[in-house]
T-cell receptor, first 113, second 115 residues
Framework: DQQVKQNSPSLSVQEGRISILNCDYTNSMFDYFLWYKKYPAEGPTFLISISSIKDKNEDGRFTVFLNKSAKHLSLHIVPSQPGDSAVYFCAASGRAGSYQLTFGKGTKLSVIP | KAGVTQTPRYLIKTRGQQVTLSCSPISGHRSVSWYQQTPGQGLQFLFEYFSETQRNKGNFPGRFSGRQFSNSRSEMNVSTLELGDSALYLC??????????????FGPGTRLTVL
């Protein structure tokens, strides 16, 4: 039973355009969500997070949107750059002080110059 | 500030053997978590340690175990290796604030191949 789902295994976007990566979750106990980026042969790198009390969080070119009623979150990257090409993982946590993250299977983003 | 370090980076073992992987967290980080990454299952939580105590455990068999030392360094052990244990094992560390969330910082991982 996959509690965090990233239904698109891959996504290709032209440089300068917007990249939108999607994530759905089923467990209503999740209340904190994170996005990680991973390059080959490296560990995941934290990008941005959002608490369930918010519906949007921005950090530079990265914005995460949360729709609690739909149990859906998305990561927007604007503008996309070739260096953004990586695998992006959505992760969720159930409670404050818990360090058990449940990850989606990732979406491979390719930004074409 | 040095990041999370994991040793060894690559390891080849045969079925039935056991293996120990090591993780040194970022200085000051007291929580250490372990994850297994495979192509089919993605990243799956193994366990989390804080102050030398296991606080959370994922759904893995008892062959997978871990410990944390007083300096927050952690080791995980897999006994009686099976072919399906071939994976990238990732360690992550975090500051601890019980009333809030803290992102986890990952190491580069140990690539284990079981033959």
């Amino acid at each position: 039973d996959q509690q965090v789902k990233q239904n698109s295994p891959s996504l290709s976007v032209q440089e300068g355009r917007i990249s939108i990566l999607n994530c759905d979750y089923t467990n209503s106990m999740f209340d904190y969500f994170l996005w990680y980026k991973k390059y080959p042969a490296e560990g995941p790198t934290f990008l941005i997070s959002i608490s369930s009390i918010k519906d949007k969080n921005e950090d530079g070119r990265f914005t995460v949107f949360l729709n609690k009623s739909a149990k859906h979150l998305s990561l927007h990257i604007v503008p996309s750059q070739p260096g953004d090409s990586a695998v992006y993982f959505c992760a969720a946590s159930g409670r404050a002080g818990s360090y058990q993250l449940t990850f989606g299977k990732g979406t491979k983003l390719s930004v074409i110059p | 500030k040095a990041g999370v370090t994991q040793t060894p980076r690559y390891l080849i073992k045969t079925r039935g053997q056991q293996v120990t992987l090591s993780c040194s967290p970022i200085s000051g980080h007291r929580s250490v978590s372990w994850y297994q990454q495979t192509p089919g299952q993605g990243l799956q939580f193994l366990f989390e340690y804080f102050s030398e105590t296991q606080r959370n455990k994922g759904n893995f068999p008892g062959r997978f175990s871990g410990r944390q030392f007083s300096n927050s360094r952690s080791e995980m052990n897999v006994s009686t290796l099976e072919l399906g244990d071939s994976a990238l094992y990732l360690c992550a560390s975090s500051l601890v604030a019980l009333s809030s969330y803290n992102e986890q910082f990952f190491g580069p991982g140990t690539r284990l191949t079981v033959l």
